[in-house]
């Protein structure tokens, strides 16, 4: 399996995934990221304000960050090679990315609830 790795901006924890005001696409990636572990893939994830001597070893990741460093994260690597940066990729790239086949739709938000006809329901 591939080795996917995640070089975010500097946040306040390993995720982002805290304080009064959320990005919801953090969670997102967060669940996507698990996802990817749970199929094999090996994730590393690395943030700039906790691990700044990583990003300083990763070439690619420093030279986008020398070029253009307000757009540079997030950016992501499979097996060493840049495959995206600048936003937070939905699952089934990610999915691509390691080799896996595209996964069936992520429900998020609140249930979808089918219609019911009258006189069927349980308040009739």
């Known amino acids: 399996m591939p080795v996917l790795q995640v ?54 990741v420093l030279k986008l960050l020398q070029d253009s460093p307000d757009t540079a994260l997030p950016a992501i690597m499979v097996d060493g090679g840049l495959v995206h940066h600048g936003s937070y990729p939905e699952r089934a790239a990610l999915a691509a990315w390691a080799g896996l086949p595209e996964p069936a739709p992520v429900r998020r938000g609140l249930p979808i609830v089918a219609a019911v006809a009258p006189g069927s329901g349980c308040c009739s």
Request: aromatic share 6%; hydrophobic share 35%; proline share 11%.
């Open 7 to 60: 070089f975010d901006p500097p946040m306040c924890c390993s995720t982002g995934v805290c304080g009064p005001s959320v990005d919801p696409v953090l969670p997102r990636f967060a669940a996507d990221l698990e996802w990817l572990r749970t199929q094999g893939v090996q994730v590393e994830r690395c943030n700039l304000a906790q691990s700044p001597e990583v990003v300083a070893r990763t070439g690619v």
